[in-house]
């Protein structure tokens, strides 16, 4: 009999389900990640107590309950720091439109029920919590042994049917752990794609979000064609998702681009862009909608000049429709908008200070990043622009360049005093013209330097 090694902070649960003579067991995530010499995932852990019952006993034990979808068997156990899901074995049943929640819950008694409402058989594995032995109902584990990605059910479209989202986390697993896709199971994700419509925008996002980092998931397995979110977007193509997810991408497709700039259409250079940007949130997305506007500009003005005006409204668009934080809506808008910059390398000196520092430290590091991404997702070795805004960046951080108003080295009252000047708008535009002063002399930025200039300005 296989068995996994029960982490030791669930000590305190499992003998929780011992006295109450409760066979209980680890699910999903936790017991394949331990089968593949995996990080733990989620603490999933499932019975046949019900919601109600695990109310009653848990408190005895001095775990905490929360609920969470009781009736959906889910509630949560607090318990030293740990947060553990627990979930009573139960069958369901979906409507035919593909949404993410059942129409249907029965309460079960067996952990067999269970398993074949799951998505994958890699992730219907089971792992007692008092003993670590593997219960495997679904085949699970021949697929890990050969790394292939297949449904629970023997009928992969009812699996996809009933909830179009596992048609984004089959794509998400697989690149997650550079597994195959079973056929049965991609040919059945293709023909229920379609029903993402109908899956709620914020899930839809949560899952894309998740392709785009499969590389940062498990960074021990280091990155190779199978793990990569370059394959994860490639796959997204395949399967026509677009139009729930990024709908200038299918005008994208084939759309070319100057033979002496880019190897690649608009969409493939998208995605080897975003492949090729730190794996962070931002910056995927940054990477991946910087060329969002080419096609709706191409189409309105006949050029390509100022998509990345155009890319600016289409990604705070596209972000908004997927509920993506407001914050990250603002912040990977402006990053689309500041990546055509200076890029004929004709801006002098003092003008990319006054920008980087207008920019501000943070935001002038990422359009770097994002430049050096956008130049590797060309296909052509030519990164001199990159390699001179990084060395004036560095610069401007080695003088001591202000990179606000705030750092400079003179107070507001201090500021009035030298001057003459009450507070108000002359103030005001006094202080930014020493800031952008000493954006271009740095030296300038101390006390005495910038009484002397309030005084002569």
Known sequence: MMKITIPGNLLPLAEAFAKEKIEAYVVGGLVRNALLNLPPSDIDVCSRLTPQEIVEVMPRYGIRVIEKAAEMGTVELHFDGVIVEHTTFRREAYAQG?????????????????????????????????????????????DLEQHIIRTTSADPDDIMRSDALRVLRLVRFACELGFAIEE???????????????????????????????DARYPALGRDELRSPLRGLRLLDELDVWDVLVPEFNLARGMEQRPDH???????????????????????????????????????????????????????????????????????????????????HMAKQDTLRVRFATWGRERTMEQILLREADIRGCGYDVDYVAEDWRALYETMLADGTPFSERELAISGQQLMEASGLPEGKALGELKKGLFLHCVKHPKDNNLTRLVQLAKKK
């Open 98 to 142: 593909g949404e993410h929640r059942p129409n249907m819950v029965a309460f079960g008694e067996s952990l067999t029920d269970d398993a074949w409402r799951r998505d994958f058989s890699v992730n219907a594995l089971y792992a007692s919590l008092a003993t670590g032995e593997v219960s495997d109902p679904t085949g699970g584990i021949p």
């Open 184 to 214: 049965d199971t991609w040919q059945a994700a293709k023909r229920n794609a379609p029903k993402l419509s109908n899956i709620a925008a914020e899930r839809r996002r949560q899952e894309f979000v998740k392709i785009l980092l499969t």
């Open 262 to 344: 880019h190897r690649y259409d608009v969409l493939e250079h998208s995605f080897r862009v975003a492949a090729a940007a730190p794996a962070t949130e931002k910056m995927r997305l940054a990477g991946l909608l910087h060329d969002v506007g080419k096609p709706d500009c191409k189409r309105e003005t006949g050029k390509q000049y100022a998509h990345d005006q155009y890319g600016e409204r289409i990604s705070k668009r596209v972000l908004g429709d997927l509920r993506f934080p407001t914050k990250t809506i603002t912040e990977v808008s402006q990053l689309v908008e500041g990546h055509m910059y200076d890029i004929q």
